[in-house]
Structures are given as structure tokens and as C-alpha cells.
């Protein structure tokens, strides 16, 4: 098991996992994981670690099939300016290796936005902690357990 699947059972959240087998050369982990589960990929969600102009890790829990804004990202958590985290940091403020980051079970508790197409799903698809396995939940209760507000981040 991994954090973010133990915080879903911890919490008495109801979930799917799906899990599909990893190609070490996949270029992306969220349209890989859209073409071997074949889902639609504006349901299955890409996690994104950003740092801010304030220096404040964010994380953008974004549709594979777009990309972020990160003017719109900033603009949610009221700063100026955001880009891509080091990924190093992002490793260790999280306790996932890129392609497995998971918005839930985070080492470190991070502001979160979840961008608003996730409303437009009953479930969505998330990183269930690993490369190669999915959680599917509704988004409000994603967004209860990681403490997220939802906002247009999505490019």
C-alpha cells in the first residue's frame, strides 16, 4: 500500500484503485495511465508540484489532456507568480518519485488546487502513490482529504 491509498481507507473513503503496467519509457505517466486503463483522459488527473514567487510549494491536480496555467495557479493562491518545482524537492516535500506523486498522503501537507473540470466527473483519476496505479474518487472528497479548493488552472 502507499500514504495516499492508507489515507483513503483511514478516512472511510470509497475508492478504486486501477493498476496497469508501467512503461519505464512512457514520456507521460497521466495519458499512459488514460490509454492502458482506457479512460477519458479530462477524468484522469495529472499531480503538478509548483513553487510561488513567496517560495511556498503548491500542488495543481490538473486533466492529462490539458496542460497548467501557471499565471491562473499563482493567481488562486493569492500570488504573482509560479513555476515548475525542482524535482528533487518535489521528491522530498512529498515523499513520491515524479510519476507517482499523489495529491493524498503527502509527507508534507501543501496547498492544493484542483482545477474546476473535476466537477464536471462523479469520479475522478488520481496517482495512487506509484507509477502504474490509479485511485479513482469523487473530487469533493479528494479535495476533503488534501484540504483543496478548486479553481480554472488548467491551460
Known amino acids: 500500500m502507499t500514504p495516499a491509498i492508507d489515507l483513503a481507507r483511514k478516512e472511510g473513503i470509497s ?12 514520456e507521460s505517466y497521466g495519458a499512459e495511465a488514460a490509454e492502458k486503463l482506457g479512460l477519458n483522459p479530462d477524468q484522469v ?8 514567487d513567496r517560495g511556498e510549494l503548491v500542488v495543481a491536480v490538473v ?6 496555467n ?3 495557479l499563482a493567481k488562486a493562491v493569492n500570488g504573482k507568480k509560479a513555476a515548475m518545482a525542482d524535482k528533487q ?25 484542483i482545477d474546476n473540470s473535476a466537477k464536471n466527473f462523479s469520479t475522478i483519476h488520481v ?9 479513482e474518487l469523487t473530487p469533493d472528497d479528494l479535495a476533503r482529504l488534501t484540504g483543496a479548493g478548486f479553481a480554472d488552472i488548467r491551460a
Open 127 to 135: 496517482s495512487a502513490g506509484r507509477r502504474g496505479l490509479e485511485i
Open 70 to 72: 501557471l499565471k491562473q
Open 63 to 68: 486533466p492529462v489532456s490539458g496542460s497548467l
Open 15 to 26: 475508492h478504486t484503485l486501477h493498476e496497469y503496467a508501467h512503461d519505464p519509457k512512457s
Open 89 to 113: 524537492k518535489v521528491q522530498r516535500t512529498t515523499g513520491y518519485v515524479l510519476g507517482g506523486v499523489s495529491p493524498l498522503g503527502q509527507k508534507k501537507a501543501l496547498i492544493t488546487v
Open 45 to 52: 488527473f495529472k499531480t503538478l508540484v509548483v513553487e510561488t
